[in-house]
Nanobody, 124 residues
Framework: QVQLVESGGGLVQPGGSLRLSCAAS????????MGWYRQAPGKEREGVSC????????NYADSVKGRFTISRDNAKNTLYLQMNSLRPEDTAVYYC?????????????????WGQGTQVTVSS
């Protein structure tokens, strides 16, 4: 079975930074687009960012542009999300996913595999 395991979440003060990682196994990692999604309590799951299989093309939700950076290391089968200038509204469970649509972050039905999620809490 394909496995995606997120790590790096935690509690951080507003304005702080975190780096999330997603380790993939039992998957031909370098042929999949990869993305990050998040879900806050009582809210729909939303797309945060998506990256092409080679890492050459990226897309971000308007709410995180200029603050978050998605990247991948295909040699390590690992996806990353660098999160800077964090705000309380960024608080959510963050999920790693495979087969996102780079041009449309809302196309969740194209996701083939999900990680278990990691909690990010931004609070003073």
């Amino acid at each position: 079975q394909v496995q995606l395991v997120e790590s790096g979440g935690g509690l951080v003060q507003p304005g702080g930074s975190l780096r999330l990682s997603c380790a993939a196994s039992r998957i031909t990692f370098n042929i999949y687009t990869m993305g990050w999604y998040r879900q806050a309590p009582g809210k729909e799951r939303e797309g945060v960012s998506c990256i092409s299989s080679s890492g050459g093309v990226t897309n971000y939700a308007d709410s995180v542009k200029g603050r978050f950076t998605i990247s991948r290391d295909n040699a390590k089968n690992t996806l990353y999300l660098q999160m800077n200038s964090l705000r309380p509204e960024d608080t959510a469970v963050y999920y790693c996913a495979a087969s996102c649509v780079v041009a449309d972050l809302d196309e969740k039905l194209y996701v083939g595999f999900w990680g278990q999620g990691t909690q990010v809490t931004v609070s003073s």
